[in-house]
């Protein structure tokens, strides 16, 4: 990667987060003016009146960044067709979310809004065309489910960040973690476009978590969970224009690897809800973080937990796409053998938690009179 490259990428991620820190007080005044707090229910952590717009202050940093990027180095220019509609995917699912943080939307018009933008993702760019097997180096092309596929993709990752985001700093952490892994991943392949996108929405959540760390003054809302969803699942799976990298075709494993933890936590909870008989976008207070509250964890403490994994997996899909894409002469079986290991990890770390969870549920049960 150029040092040039690398420079304008962390002028973009630092413009961003100056851009973020300095607009999120903006946004804290006109909330707190017009009583916009996020609402209580026996789900939530917070017992103080929160304002719930924290994704709009991400998002317009991260916008701007780039425009300014644009303005004052032509050749790293955004003004680009795929870019556009790239821009206006990202600008339909946060207006989307913002909408839903001041009405609930019905879960189906939702839904058809959620589709809808990622039509204009795939058409920005964002394709999962095909699948690697692991260790065999065979990839099964998609063929005409890629499109369909990719939108389900993104729908399911924006849906697993916004379901963990229940107690200060998660949600952001989870996602910044996600986009530097996916900064290093488009700097290993040699995507400069993709470089300078996931730095400058790196710089914006830095910038959201000086204000969303315990304890939180700003939540990130829809209009935040449902962008950095939409912003980090297209980002692993885009070719730009000159930089055809054929990521699209091998990475959904890593991808999944990625996200593993909040995808995870989404499946349990849609298990969990059919198997209950209600509705899968029903509200409950079964996700990961609850569980390790009622064990009596900190908040600071199930950050770290929690943090740490999301750290491991993100350092397994990099050690992947450094083997894969790179001439270390690292077998190739020894990356795909790292994602098996963070898999085992994490689905045995969620084992542990939920029978742990059932066990003293029915303790407590018992000892009831």
Do not use: C
């Not at 224009?241 to 699209?248: A, D, R, W």
């Amino acid at each position: 990667m150029p040092t040039t490259t690398i420079g304008i990428s962390l002028a973009a991620a630092v413009g961003a987060l100056v851009i973020n820190i300095l607009l999120t007080p903006v946004i804290l005044f006109i909330s707190h003016k017009f009583n916009w707090y996020d609402a209580f229910d026996s789900r939530k952590v917070h017992t103080a009146e929160v304002p719930r717009l924290g994704g709009v202050g991400m998002f317009l940093s991260f916008v701007l960044s780039l425009l300014l990027l644009s303005l004052l180095h032509p050749e790293f220019s955004f003004f680009t067709f795929q870019i556009g509609v790239l821009l206006a995917g990202f600008l339909m699912i946060h207006l989307l979310g913002l909408i839903d943080d001041f009405r609930n939307i019905p879960a189906i018009w939702k839904l058809l809004g959620q589709i809808l933008a990622g039509v204009m993702m795939v058409l920005g760019g964002a394709l999962i065309s095909g699948f690697e097997v692991p260790f065999l180096g065979i990839i099964l092309p998609f063929g005409l489910l890629a499109a369909p596929l990719t939108v389900f993709w993104l729908i399911s990752v924006s849906n697993a960040i916004n379901l963990v985001d229940g107690i200060d700093g998660l949600a952001g952490g989870i996602s910044l973690l996600l986009a530097i892994a996916v900064a290093l991943v488009q700097a290993l392949i040699g995507s400069r476009t993709g470089v300078i996108i996931a730095a400058s929405l790196a710089g914006a959540i830095i910038g959201f978590l000086v204000y969303n760390r315990p304890r939180a003054r700003i939540f990130m809302g829809d209009s935040g969970s449902l962008f950095l969803g939409f912003a980090l699942g297209g980002l692993l799976f885009m070719d730009h224009p000159g930089e055809v990298t054929k990521l699209h075709m091998s990475f959904f494993l890593p991808g999944i690897t990625l996200l593993l933890l909040p995808i995870m936590d989404m499946l349990a909870s849609i298990l969990r809800r059919i198997r209950q008989g209600r509705p899968i976008y029903s509200p409950d207070r079964e996700h990961l973080h609850h569980k390790l509250l009622d064990f009596g964890f900190s908040v600071p403490q199930i950050l770290g937990l929690v943090l740490s994994l999301a750290a491991l997996s993100a350092a397994a899909v990099v050690f992947w796409t450094y083997v894969r894409f790179g001439t270390t002469g690292i077998p190739d079986w020894t990356a795909d053998l790292a994602m098996i290991a963070i898999w085992a990890l994490i689905s045995g770390f969620f084992l542990i938690v939920h029978y742990a969870n059932r066990n003293r549920k029915q303790r407590e049960r018992t000892d009831t009179p």
